[in-house]
């Protein structure tokens, strides 16, 4: 493990792997790397052609977390792994990870180019809308303890998840990882803002990116992910849109590896 040191002194906790131009992979909500096997099984994929960074978010895993939370210092963790990585890197963004890095990329940072799979975009009356009190109910949950429920709002509300499911979910080991994690859902709420409103994406908020952009989604996915990646492709300059088929939002690092490699070496 290395650690790096971000703007306002939180230590940023990072593995590296292989030879080659610098690749970050950015998280979704939970995901860290004792947490997400995805991850590490793509990083192994592409080590052969990038050096693969693949991180804990702040709040995460072994990283720090140093008060008061702001989508701004998620963005300077960025930039120190960036730092880190040699002064510029590819982005991988995962779900709310890709927003992330997309913020990334419209703040200025040295982004060659980005990679975004599912952005968790509500554009339309495809599904419901999130609650517009959803960041305060989610946060204030994990900060009253309730951290189980703040999880299970998260699956119902942000991911749709039927109510009958989350019985049998709480008995799998990974729940109680998720757990220890509940306070960072507020923070995605953060990163997402208004685009699960189901109302069209805000025209101007990533105008200022110039690095290439692949906005990609799984063809077995809801449909919403294709209206939302269908969305972000229209606001976007320099961007390429795919669909791997036969894929869901849990989409095969095997699948994936590939495409990712092509459109990066473009």
Same mark, same amino acid.
């Given at each position: 493990?290395?650690?790096?040191? $971000?703007?306002?002194?939180?230590?940023?906790?990072?593995?590296?792997?292989?030879?080659?131009?610098?690749?970050?992979?950015?998280?979704?909500?939970?995901?860290?790397?004792?947490?997400?096997?995805?991850?590490?099984?793509?990083?192994?994929?592409?080590?052969?052609?990038?050096?693969?960074?693949?991180?804990?978010?702040?709040?995460?895993?072994?990283?720090?977390?140093?008060?008061?939370?702001?989508?701004?210092?998620?963005?300077?963790?960025?930039?120190?792994?960036?730092?880190?990585?040699?002064?510029?890197?590819?982005?991988?963004?995962?779900?709310?990870?890709?927003?992330?890095?997309?913020?990334?990329?419209?703040?200025?940072? @040295?982004?060659?180019?980005?990679?975004? %799979?599912?952005?968790?975009?509500?554009?339309?009356?495809?599904?419901?809308?999130?609650?517009?009190? %959803? @960041?305060?109910?989610?946060?204030?949950?994990?900060?009253?303890?309730?951290?189980?429920?703040?999880?299970?709002?998260?699956?119902?509300?942000?991911?749709?998840?039927?109510?009958?499911?989350?019985?049998?979910?709480?008995?799998?080991? $990974?729940?109680?990882?998720?757990?220890?994690?509940?306070?960072?859902? #507020?923070?995605?709420?953060?990163?997402?803002?208004?685009?699960? $409103?189901?109302?069209?994406?805000?025209?101007?908020?990533?105008?200022?990116?110039?690095?290439?952009?692949?906005?990609?989604?799984?063809?077995?996915?809801?449909?919403?992910?294709?209206?939302?990646?269908?969305?972000?492709?229209?606001?976007?300059?320099?961007?390429?849109? #795919?669909?791997?088929?036969?894929?869901?939002?849990?989409?095969?690092?095997?699948?994936?590896?590939?495409?990712?490699?092509?459109?990066?070496?473009?």
């Amino acid at each position: 493990m290395d650690v790096a040191i $971000s703007r306002d002194g939180t230590r940023i906790a990072y593995d590296r792997r292989g030879s080659g131009p610098a690749l970050i992979l950015v998280d979704g909500a939970l995901g860290h790397r004792a947490f997400n096997p995805h991850g590490a099984a793509l990083a192994g994929l592409l080590q052969d052609a990038f050096t693969v960074y693949t991180y804990d978010r702040r709040g995460r895993g072994d990283s720090g977390d140093t008060a008061p939370y702001a989508v701004e210092r998620e963005i300077e963790d960025l930039e120190a792994l960036i730092r880190d990585a040699g002064g510029r890197a590819h982005l991988f963004g995962m779900s709310s990870g890709a927003v992330l890095a997309l913020d990334a990329a419209a703040h200025g940072l @040295a982004v060659e180019a980005l990679a975004l %799979y599912e952005p968790p975009f509500i554009v339309d009356g495809s599904r419901p809308p999130l609650p517009p009190d %959803y @960041a305060v109910r989610v946060g204030a949950l994990a900060a009253e303890g309730r951290r189980a429920e703040a999880v299970e709002y998260f699956m119902t509300a942000a991911l749709g998840l039927p109510a009958e499911l989350l019985g049998g979910m709480r008995e799998d080991p $990974s729940f109680a990882r998720m757990e220890k994690v509940a306070h960072t859902l #507020a923070y995605d709420a953060a990163v997402i803002g208004g685009t699960m $409103s189901g109302v069209p994406l805000p025209p101007h908020r990533w105008a200022s990116v110039t690095a290439p952009v692949l906005v990609a989604d799984g063809g077995k996915s809801e449909h919403t992910f294709a209206d939302g990646a269908d969305a972000l492709a229209a606001v976007l300059r320099d961007v390429r849109r #795919a669909t791997l088929d036969g894929q869901t939002h849990d989409v095969d690092p095997e699948v994936l590896a590939p495409v990712l490699r092509d459109f990066f070496a473009h």
